[in-house]
């Protein structure tokens, strides 16, 4: 099975999908060591920051020397703005590739008329989409789309959606199968990414949304017809995840789950990559470290779901605050261990819905009329959301 976006051909048609708080340098890096030759997306990042050059923004925007390619999704809701953002990241030369995101349901993204909030009125989508393919396009970047398949139930705005994205030349596009208010609950209903890739012929449609194992993208691939898959909350505390897609997607046998053992030194190594990021940003050994374990202690809960390990050790885990904390608990553990029946497909991440969608003002006060409204919500006071 292959896959490529722009002129970059996957070793499997695999892509990580961008996740605030995961997906940065070390956990990418860590993800390479499974499987290289797969498109990793850094953490997403706002076009407005970009444009005004902050500087936590650009902190964010990170990459290994060896990282190939520099994969970074964007969003936002000001055609103008998201377009000088591309710009900017190509001319520059930190990029090779630009993910734009049309699916996050966070309130903070969607009240301001960013992310899932853009595919209800696709025009301003279609300028969006029009900005951002133009400003790469000198540059040989390709551009693709994440969305979701709609606001709510009543409101599936998915193939519209995906047929404004391949008009407007984007390389491919990635689906959630799951409504905004639907949130995290419930299941993913993929044949919804089905209904997508035969709307949108030849362009490579991904599906994502419940892919906890491997044969999971292999039955997803199957039913709908997509051509590739995208990978969130999967591997969380499964950076392996990656290698046996690999493997199963090209017909090769999948490795049984890890020992508790092998568990535990995929743990010390990204704590390790994660101590050594934070304080070469901080040029701070001490304080580095300390913000990477406090950074570190939500992937120990999912480094152990699934595993026998008990209460004790799990409160200790989400408490240490230097390396030798974390050796002290994993010393303290039985490394032959194995994971539980049906431990692979405990959820991680996020869970909870439905939610109450927020948008901004009047955003849906005549759904017809929205359909053709290009207006931009107000976002002079965006920057307090990324730190200033």
Known sequence: MSLSIGSFALSAPVVLAPMAGVTNAPFRALCRRFAPGLVYVNEMVMATPVVHGNAKTHRMISFGPDEHPRSLQ???????????AVHQLCDDGRVDHI???FGCPAAKVTRRGGGAAVPARPELLRAILRAAVGAARPY?????AKFRMGLFDDWLTHVRTGEVCVEEGVASIALHARTVEQHYAGEAR???????????GE????GNGDIWEASDAVEM?????????????????RPWLFGDLVDALNGRPVRPPRSLGEVMAVMRDHAEMLVEHHAAALDDRARGENLAMR???????????????GPDARRRFSHVSTLGELDDVLADLDPSSQI?????????GHTNGPIKVALPDGWLADRAASTADTSVPDDGHVLTLSGG
Do not use: Q
């Not at 993929?190 to 949108?200: D, G």
């Not at 362009?203 to 991904?206: F, M, Q, R, T």
């Not at 039913?223 to 995208?230: H, I």
């Open 74 to 84: 964007l969003y936002g809701s000001d055609p103008e703005i998201m377009g000088r």
């Open 99 to 101: 993910d734009l995101n």
């Open 140 to 144: 040989g970047v390709p551009v693709t």
């Open 190 to 200: 993929w044949e919804a990414i089905a209904e997508l890739k035969n709307a949108v």
């Open 203 to 206: 362009v490579p449609v991904l």
């Open 221 to 237: 691939m199957a039913m709908t017809g997509c051509d590739g898959v995208v990978i969130g909350r999967g591997c969380l505390g």
């Open 295 to 309: 950074d570190f202690r939500k992937h120990t809960g999912w480094y152990m779901s699934g595993y026998p390990v």
């Open 340 to 348: 539980v029946d049906g431990g692979e497909r405990i959820k991680r």
